[in-house]
Every structure is written in C-alpha cells, then in structure tokens.
Nanobody
Framework: QVQLVESGGGLVQPGGSLRLSCAAS????????MGWYRQAPGKQRELVAN???????NYVDSVKGRFTISRDNAKNTVYLQMNSLKPEDTAVYYC?????????????WGQGTQVTVSS
C-alpha cells in the first residue's frame, strides 16, 4: 500500500519560514519524480516544485528564490523549504509521487497539509 504522509504545515507570519516533509512508503522512492503542489481556496491545484529522480528541479515562477525542494532517498522523504513566505502562499500543500513507465503512469498523492501565512 502506497502512503505519502506530509507534515510541517502551520501558521506563520509573512516573511517567516516553514519546512514541509513528505515521507513515502510502498514505492521504490528513488525512481519516482517527487513534487509539491498547492491549492488555494477557489483556485486550481498548481505545481510548486518538483525534483525528478535524475536530480533536475523545477519551480513555479512565484516561488523561485524563496522555496527549495530536496529529497533524501535513504529516508524516502522529500522536503520543501519555504522562506520569505507571503500571504499568497497560503494553501493546502500536497506531496506527489509520479513514475512515467511504459504504457502506465503511476501517480500518488498525500493527504495535504495546510500552510497559512498571516499576521
């Protein structure tokens, strides 16, 4: 059974920092592309950052220079370090694991963790 368990969300003031963690089980973590998505009220879910199994990273423009995604394959965990947080970063953040295999897409989601940036 595949599980992605996020932690680290919470309430933080503008300019503050949080680190999200996502612990994966039930998959061969090292071969999966891992990502963080977010969904704000009334908006579509968007990709925040991903770190592919080969090491390349991608960020949405709005978080470049403020957020850093990393992964520890030995711990089956992906992280999202979020600095200089802004109220517009408020959303539910979801961990995503994705493997594009021949003829089959494997994709899993965590349950989400709330991040609220407010004074």
């Amino acid at each position: 059974q595949v599980q992605l368990v996020e932690s680290g969300g919470g309430l933080v003031q503008p300019g503050g920092s949080l680190r999200l963690s996502c612990a994966a089980s039930g998959i061969i973590f090292s071969i999966y592309d891992m990502g963080w998505y977010r969904q704000a009220p009334g908006k579509q879910r968007e990709l925040v950052a991903n770190r592919r199994s080969g090491g390349t990273t991608n960020y949405v423009d709005s978080v470049k220079g403020r957020f850093t995604i990393s992964r520890d394959n030995a711990k089956n965990t992906v992280y999202l370090q979020m600095n200089s947080l802004k109220p517009e970063d408020t959303a539910v953040y979801y961990c995503n694991a994705r493997l594009n295999a021949p003829l089959t897409l494997y994709e899993y989601w965590g349950q989400g963790t709330q991040v609220t940036v407010s004074s």
